[in-house]
């Protein structure tokens, strides 16, 4: 079946640095691509998401590229700070005509920035 | 975006007794609804689909008997865990099919 594999960390970066969470995905037909974000004790977030091949989702200084040949879709933000401290699950969801299938998730990437 | 409000956010509930948690769809008519439960630091896993209108559908290993859905409505889904046990401790969220989350229910059994 459908899954999806990314760095399970946990990711430790100081302020300001550089962050790529990478995921993999597994699927037998065309799914969407998600990126959700969960702070402690909190529900999960949409961060960004991409539909097809080529589409880059961005949103708050994070972007992720849908990578059909590599079947990737890495999460990247050029400068953390300390509030992007939480953790960050990669999903995929297949759509059948007007909405999603259920989402299937990464085993989520703990980060935590340093001052 | 089609947002969803669960609730409650927190339960402590004695051995024994049920718990119903709401998950509302605020601006998306959802005929299909998601549960997902989710362990200390791990991953999120589909407990079952919620079909307004219609019996759910459960994943393999979970207990249709004990953890009973109820989609009466195109924005309302229910989850009730009868005769909970410390085991059924957990984090609890649903997702409407636009693939959006709502806070979540973190369940304590006592």
């Known amino acids: 079946g459908d899954s999806v594999t990314q760095m399970e960390g946990p990711v430790t970066l100081s302020e300001e640095a550089f962050l790529t969470i990478n995921c993999t995905y597994t699927?037998?037909?065309?799914?969407?691509l998600f990126w959700y974000v969960q702070y402690p004790g909190e529900g999960l977030q949409l961060l960004l998401k991409a539909t097809k091949a080529d589409d880059k989702g961005s949103n708050k200084g994070f972007e992720a590229t849908y990578r059909k040949e590599t079947t990737s879709f890495h999460l990247e933000k050029g400068s953390v700070q300390v509030s992007d401290s939480a953790v960050y699950f990669c999903a995929l969801s297949d759509r059948g005509g007007t909405s999603y299938d259920k989402v299937i998730f990464g085993p989520g990437t703990s980060l935590s920035v340093i001052p | 975006g089609a947002v969803v409000s669960q609730h409650p956010s927190r339960v402590i509930c004695k051995s024994g007794t049920s718990v119903k948690i709401e998950c509302r769809s605020l601006?998306?008519?959802?005929?299909?609804m998601f549960w997902y439960r989710q362990f200390p630091k791990q991953s999120l896993m589909l407990m079952a689909t919620?079909?307004?209108?219609?019996?759910?559908?459960?994943e393999q290993g979970v207990e249709k008997d004990k953890f009973l859905i109820n989609h009466a409505s195109l924005t309302l889904s229910t989850l009730t865990v009868t005769s909970a046990h410390p085991e059924d401790s957990s984090f609890y969220i649903c997702?409407?099919?636009?693939?959006?989350f709502g806070q979540g229910t973190r369940l304590t059994v006592v």
């Open positions: 699927a037998t037909g065309y799914p969407s």
């Open positions: 601006d998306f008519q959802a005929t299909t």
């Open positions: 919620s079909n307004e209108g219609s019996k759910a559908t459960y």
């Open positions: 997702s409407n099919s636009e693939a959006f």
